[in-house]
């Protein structure tokens, strides 16, 4: 990957949900207008571009450079959910497609939720808020495709519970680092470190997740908000705004104008 490069512009910022291509393989225009990174939160396929093959997995980033491809062709064994930003630059990123697998930075597909949520937004100065953190993501992926996981050991047990109970129970932090047998402080550490945020707020974001997969899957708010665990509808929608920029009706809304 070029390490300098000016971004000059994001066209497009699109989720495609596993119901989107429901064919075991499709071929696409062989011409790319723009760049294109593509985060896989949920994969197993085989990218044919440009004469390169490309195995996708969970957790992996996809490079497609501009211009033309000759062959792009996506053959799927299950189905596939990723967000694609469109951009450009002032000098190639790299002529060639590729992909980075295994990424465990969790910042990398926070960040690009985040930036699909500003991009349909809409809102006063979405395109500069988009492009800052376009670059950093690709900041954070020219560091490293695979961070070492501090910690991860230590705090599977509290990731374990936090999975079975996240969407039906208050979860303690407190009862959780004594589950990983440390205290408070060093459980905020190494989930800072490994996530970039505090156990509490890794919990809320593990919900509001799943909140945007309901609604965008045609679920009514008040139905995503019970789903998610949420007793009062207003605090549902102030802690979606205050996360994801804007609130959930509006996301939904957004959402739909962006297909």
């Given at each position: 990957m070029e390490n300098t490069f000016i971004i000059t512009g994001i066209f497009?910022?699109?989720?495609?949900?596993?119901?989107?291509y429901p064919d075991a393989a499709t071929n696409f225009p062989t011409y790319l207008p723009h760049n294109?990174?593509?985060?896989?939160?949920?994969?197993?396929?085989?990218?044919?571009?440009?004469?390169?093959?490309?195995?996708?997995?969970?957790?992996?980033?996809?490079?497609?450079p501009k211009g033309e491809g000759h062959e792009y062709r996506v053959e799927?064994?299950?189905?596939?959910e990723c967000i694609d930003i469109c951009f450009d630059t002032d000098v190639p990123i790299s002529p060639e497609a590729f992909v980075m697998p295994d990424i465990t930075d969790r910042r990398i597909?926070?960040?690009?939720?985040?930036?699909?949520?500003?991009?349909?937004?809409?809102?006063?100065?979405?395109?500069?808020?988009?492009?800052?953190?376009?670059y950093?993501?690709?900041?954070?992926?020219?560091?490293?495709?695979?961070?070492?996981?501090?910690g991860a050991g230590d705090i599977e047990p509290a990731l374990r519970e936090i999975e079975r109970r996240f969407l039906t129970e208050d979860i303690s932090v407190e009862q959780l680092a004594t589950d990983c047998?440390?205290?408070?402080?060093?459980?905020?550490?190494?989930?800072?470190?490994r996530f970039g945020v505090p156990p509490k707020q890794y919990i809320i974001r593990l919900k509001l997740n799943h909140a945007c997969d309901l609604l965008r899957g045609g679920y009514s708010v008040t139905k995503t908000a019970?789903?998610?665990g949420y007793n009062d509808m207003n605090f549902f929608s102030r802690q979606f705004k205050s996360v994801m920029?804007?609130?959930?009706?509006a996301f939904s809304r957004r959402y739909l104008s962006s297909k």
């Open positions: 497009r910022v699109i989720f495609i949900g596993k119901e989107e294109e990174l593509i985060y896989h939160y949920a994969a197993d396929s085989t990218v044919y571009f440009g004469g390169k093959v490309l195995p996708v997995q969970n957790d992996t980033v996809r490079f497609l799927r064994n299950s189905p596939s597909p926070e960040l690009f939720r985040k930036l699909f949520l500003t991009w349909v937004s809409r809102q006063t100065g979405y395109r500069m808020a988009c492009m800052g953190m376009l950093q993501i690709i900041s954070l992926l020219q560091r490293s495709t695979s961070l070492p996981a501090v047998g440390m205290t408070h402080s060093r459980l905020k550490y190494l989930f800072h470190r019970e789903l998610c920029g804007l609130t959930p009706s």
